[in-house]
């Protein structure tokens, strides 16, 4: 049988062994800023460019694929996500995702979707300028909301207004990280959750639910995780048919598919959804936690090859970020301490003397993570609590504080 041959679009590089393992060969299209040797060097081609502009991938995608045809284009990254299934839909390969990509990369339709079907119906406007912003939050009864980007990711300007006179700071923040409109929805009360799941032809899979842990209002960054989830019977049936309903709706074929809600009184609301595996290392934990290999998985189902075996290796995983900002760090201590420290599987920090840390503005910002295991997900939180707490900093406040 011949080699199977895919296109990848973007990534970290953590697919590239998984590609490998199936036997695959694979040609990469690469951000300047994530380039790395071993990508180039295992690669059947590899082109350098920015991909979200289409007529270039596509242009290069082509004459790739008319000297070594491929079977599947992929991507696992937010912003490569639609290049990716354009470029399957235009070479008439596995990999064409396309409906479901356009309709969660808008947030906004992602609304008028579930609206139209009563599913999880939350109230929203989107607004040109503050004043919209205003008006629809008086419609509100003065009731807190959420701004938030369009089309956004990495939680980059999604802020969370409480009262109508942190409206203007509110949409300051956000205004910085679109030029387009901004999305005011009704703020959700309860605790956050993500949903990991993969779907192959159309036939979805919940494959786990993760506890999420975020900054202090008014922003929504993310700290830490855990799974799996501490849900009740109940809830989790719940959560698991909503995200299964709205799968259907969005017309999911191929690949995972990472939606993050909220557990309100009224029970499970979406907040939004990426046709992506959950950033954060999520993945990973998922993968520990029930052993399935969203992204093997979906290379294989793609591709038509045999689905990797599924061997899970921890009960429960959680994983804390180093999220300090502010400051100045004088000394880092306990580092090595921290990553031989109980059920830690690895620790990265770029914590370092003499770093002026400015604020928390999306997940980019943080300094690394330990991410940890135990037999159940308490055991696993407090372990990765207490690895994080062994690495010490001294700290002044920063200059720009």
């Not at 059947?44 to 920015?50: E, I, K, P, Q, W």
């Not at 409906?99 to 979707?113: N, P, Q, S």
């Not at 849900?231 to 048919?241: R, S």
Request: with cysteine; charged share 25%.
């Amino acid at each position: 049988m011949a080699q199977k041959h895919l296109l990848l679009i973007g990534g970290r590089g953590i697919e590239l062994g998984k590609l490998e393992r199936l036997g695959v060969r694979y040609s990469m299209v690469q951000l300047p800023e994530l380039v790395d040797e071993r990508q180039y060097a295992n690669a059947a081609r590899y082109a350098v460019l920015d991909y979200r502009n289409f007529d270039e991938v596509m242009a290069v995608a082509r004459s790739w694929h008319s000297l070594e045809p491929f079977d599947a284009v992929v991507s696992f990254t937010e912003y490569g996500l639609a290049p990716a299934s354009r470029c399957a839909r235009e070479l008439g390969v596995a990999g064409d995702n396309l409906t479901a990509v356009e309709l969660t990369r808008d947030k906004a339709g992602t609304r008028v979707l579930l609206d139209r079907h009563g599913l999880s119906s939350v109230r929203h406007r989107l607004c040109s300028d503050l004043g919209e912003a205003r008006r629809f939050m008086q419609e509100l009864g003065g009731a807190a909301m959420v701004l938030k980007p369009r089309d956004g990711g990495l939680s980059e300007g999604v802020c969370h207004v409480g009262a109508e006179d942190a409206l203007a700071a509110g949409w300051a923040w956000t205004r910085r990280a679109t030029g387009g409109p901004v999305l005011a929805e009704e703020f959700l009360e309860g605790p956050e959750f993500s949903v990991e799941s993969i779907s192959v032809a159309g036939r979805h899979e919940i494959v786990a639910v993760t506890e999420k842990v975020t900054t202090r209002l008014p922003r929504f960054i993310e700290t830490g995780h855990r799974l799996p989830a501490r849900l009740d019977g109940k809830t989790q049936t719940a959560v698991e048919q909503l995200v299964s309903d709205f799968l259907t709706i969005i017309d999911q074929k191929d690949g995972p598919v990472h939606t993050e809600l909220r557990i309100t009184e009224a029970g499970p609301k979406i907040i939004e959804a990426q046709t992506r595996v959950g950033g954060d290392q999520i993945w990973e934990l998922c993968e520990m936690v029930s052993g399935v290999d969203l992204m093997a998985e979906t290379f294989a189902a793609l591709l038509q090859l045999p689905r990797p075996e599924r061997k899970p290796v921890a009960a429960a995983a959680a994983i804390r970020f180093f999220s300090y900002e502010n400051v100045r760090i004088g000394h880092v201590d306990g580092i090595a301490e921290a990553a031989k420290s109980d059920g830690v599987v690895r620790l990265e920090c770029s914590l370092a003397p003499g770093q002026e840390l400015g604020p928390l503005t999306s997940s980019t910002s943080r300094q690394g993570y330990v991410l940890c295991t135990g037999d159940t997900t308490d055991a696993a939180l407090a372990r990765a609590e207490r690895a994080h707490d062994l690495v010490r900093l001294g700290t002044a406040a920063a200059a720009t504080a």
